[in-house]
């Protein structure tokens, strides 16, 4: 078990670039998800896949951004023309689907984003 | 939907002292209740959950968690505080049916001192 990994651990970029996120969840975990985290609040739910399906996608996920996990193991997170709102702790975590509901979900260390 | 309260954004202790993380929820039906912990500049570990059956639950490095239905509660536990306790704990809840994501308290951060 080698945990969840994320990359980039740090991002830095200007206001209007588009950045990209890479999470390699926990190899046998078919379930993995998004969170946003910023200062002084706990995690808040973006989107999960099961598989390669995008099966839930909060109403925090505007248009200019996208997910994908095309083939079912690592997953992207894509923030079109950021805006300085955009800043922050973006988590990444992988779970089993069996018995889902109860399944504890394992954390990744986070992409922190700054939009300067 | 559901919902969690931390009601103290800050808890201190001295070390050796017991320690409670107080925790309340909201959610329709039997709930599912999970505590995790995080260390600066690093992503959340789970602790512990509560599911069914005992109101007691035991979990990782010593802390325990006490389910409580009718004051919907699930305070965080540790009979004796280390100073490497120190760090932000976070509560959470899903009900136990759905698919529906888990909800996260706004957290408590944890102080032991020497």
């Known amino acids: 078990d080698t945990g969840v990994s994320q990359d980039p651990r740090h991002k830095i970029t200007k206001r209007g670039q588009n950045v990209t996120f890479r999470c390699d969840p926990i190899s046998e975990h078919n379930r993995l998800y998004w969170y946003r985290q910023t200062l002084g609040q706990g995690p808040e739910f973006l989107t999960y896949f099961q598989n390669e399906a995008q099966l839930e996608k909060s109403r925090l996920l505007s248009d200019r951004f996208s997910a994908e996990r095309p083939k079912g193991s690592f997953s992207t997170l894509e923030i079109q023309r950021t805006e300085q709102g955009d800043s922050a702790m973006y988590l990444c975590a992988s779970s089993l689907a069996f018995g889902q509901a109860a399944q504890p979900q394992h954390f990744g260390d986070g992409t922190r984003l700054s939009i300067l | 939907a559901q919902s969690v309260a931390q009601p103290e954004d800050q808890v201190n202790v001295a070390e050796g002292n017991p320690l409670t993380v107080k925790c309340t929820y909201s959610?329709?039906?039997?709930?599912?209740l999970f505590w995790y912990v995080q260390y600066p500049n690093r992503g959340l570990q789970f602790l512990l959950k509560?599911?069914?059956?005992?109101?007691l639950v035991k979990g990782s490095y010593g802390f325990e968690a006490e389910f409580n239905k009718s004051q919907t509660s699930f305070h965080l536990k540790k009979p004796s505080a280390l100073v490497s306790d120190s760090a932000l704990y976070f509560c959470?809840?899903?009900?136990?049916?759905?698919?529906?994501?888990?909800?996260f308290g706004k957290g408590t951060r944890l102080s032991v001192i020497a």
């Open positions: 959470a809840v899903r009900p136990y049916s759905g698919n529906t994501p888990l909800v």
């Open positions: 959610v329709s039906g039997n709930p599912y």
């Open positions: 509560y599911i069914t059956g005992d109101n």
